[in-house]
């Protein structure tokens, strides 16, 4: 299959028409979309991303006001979120009408919805009589894209058309959250809508899940090897390690500075000290880095507030991998 990246709405409603797979843009990054509500073509985002089957999918819809079509049960928490968050980088966990695949939650009776800002994607889903499932269009494990030519990379051949509406502006996945028996908000994936945020509208704390070892995680963006460089990444203090680390390639990532280190090659994310502007450039600069071949990376801890706590995340996930 020849994969086209191109800025025609009309030929992905087509193809989404047609039950094919097309990759979308989003403000958070790029998804692999297909008709949420026909199993075969969601199949094929399985397929294509050789994405295990117990890991369920996000459930794309172009307003808020649709979700009642999808959800049997809104809390009033939600409706709160929703009235203030969405369209936006906010994923809700909700019970799942009947019209949704048991294929999109991989059996469970939460459905994951979300309704994204970027103009384009908004555009495609307002023509479309159905909502779209979307994992992030990478391949499993792998970084998100934030960019159509990262979808290219990673998905080259098992796409038929990428809808390129830019970069990504979040450039961080969306914040996941769950409701418990009591209607409090549950957040399971820390990303591009701060806790912060959630937390000055709802005028109190939110809760993270407590989980055993033992217990399987509910979202993958919980599992510890995810959104993983090919490079080994460590993170601490980037002059502190460079020692460590004599006569190998090494490439930084830090917040704002730079360090008196000619051997290191160094990305900052935000020499102004922005955490969203940062977090805008993780993911890609983590691609550029890739694409260097250095031996390993030095990331710094961000400041553990904003963004900076999703940033810090990604960097945690990206570095379990080489840990035993
Ligand atoms: O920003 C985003 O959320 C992007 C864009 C494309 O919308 N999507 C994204 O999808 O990050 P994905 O599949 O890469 O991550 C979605 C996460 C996974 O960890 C999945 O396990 C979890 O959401 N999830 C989806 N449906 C769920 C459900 N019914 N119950 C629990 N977790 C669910
Ligand atoms: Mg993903």
Redesign the pocket.
Known sequence: METLTGTDIDKAQALLEQGCLVAIP?E????LAANALDPEAVLKIFEAKQRPQF????V?ISDWAEAQQYVSHIPATAQLLAKEFTPG?L?F?LPKKDIIPDII??G?P???L?V?AHPVCRALLSRLSFPLA????NEFGYI?PTLAAHVQQSLEGKVAYILDGGAATVGL??T?IGFDEAEEVIV??V??LSIEQLEAVLGKKVQFPVRTQEQAP?????LKSHYAPHTALYTGDIPALALRFPGKKIASISFSASYPLEHVQQFVLSPGGSLTEAAGNLFRVMREIDALQADIILAEIFPDEGLGRAINDRLNRARAVFKP
């Not at 979307?134 to 269009?137: C, G, I, N, Q, V």
């Not at 509910?218 to 919980?222: I, M």
């Open positions: 989003t958070t990054v790029y998804g890991n369920p999918l996000i794309h980088p994923t966990l939650t991989s469970s939460l459905v994951a979300r994204p979307a994992p992030s269009a998100s996945e969306s996941i399971h994936r990303g591009g509910l979202t993958s963006g919980q």
